[in-house]
């Protein structure tokens, strides 16, 4: 059974720093991952869509990366923002589209 | 112009009762999810349906039934609710195609529907 972690759970930075997110998943039989952001009491916003056969997917300060073999994958967020405070959550999809979630890292991005 | 939608957003109920959420997708997209996330932030599959038919069942009561008129929507009925059943749902959509093993789509999600059983 696919199983997804994060670390670390709760991570804080003063703004302007460069931060990465970790991911890693048990089954390498995967057909993409997905990076979500959530905030509190609401729901959750795709940032990032890495396919099975990529290594990593670039969106504005937002670079992730995805190691198959190993069963990683990194968000990386540069020159952080108060505004990017929430918590990140990682998704794993496996076959017929299921997505198996990890439990999250909560950001606290400084001013 | 929001994407998925998802009605009540907030359900406060106690427990013996029967209660719906609904979801809704503009997306066009043809398979929709319904996730549960627990007290612990713990976010787990509960169903998708493709094409008006069942894909992913995992293990949940059968008190659960979700129920889609059509392409669009998929609506999560709850029978007989418990205590245990207070956490946020979440209705997901994605265009998954003509083969379900090749997917690689996007999945977007509603806003969530908080539901507290007293």
């Known amino acids: 059974k696919q199983e997804v972690t994060q670390i670390p759970a709760a991570l804080s930075v003063p703004e302007g720093e460069n931060l990465v997110l970790n991911c890693s998943f048990t089954d390498s039989a995967i057909y993409n991952l997905q990076w979500f952001r959530q905030d509190p009491g609401k729901g959750l916003t795709s940032l990032l869509l890495?396919?099975?056969?990529?290594r990593e997917q670039t969106s504005g300060r937002l670079n992730a990366s995805l190691d198959k073999s190993s069963g990683r994958s990194t968000l990386y967020i540069a020159a952080s923002q108060p505004g990017d405070s929430a918590t990140y959550l990682c998704a794993v999809g496996t076959g017929a589209n299921n997505l198996f979630f990890g439990t999250g890292t909560r950001l606290t991005v400084i001013p | 112009d929001t994407a998925v939608s998802q009605t009540p957003k907030y359900l406060v109920t106690q427990m013996g009762n029967d209660k719906s959420i609904k979801c809704e997708q503009n997306l066009g997209h043809d398979t929709m999810y319904w996730y549960k996330q627990d007290s612990k932030k713990f976010l787990k599959i509960m169903f998708s349906y493709n094409n008006k038919e069942l894909i992913i069942n995992e293990t949940v009561p059968n008190r659960f039934s979700p129920k889609s008129p059509d392409k669009a929507h998929l609506n999560l009925h709850i029978n007989s609710l418990e205590l245990g059943d207070s956490a946020v749902y979440f209705c997901a959509s994605s265009n998954v195609g003509q083969s379900l093993f090749l997917s690689s789509y996007e999945q977007y999600f509603g806003p969530g529907t908080r539901l507290t059983v007293t």
């Open positions: 890495i396919q099975s056969s990529q």
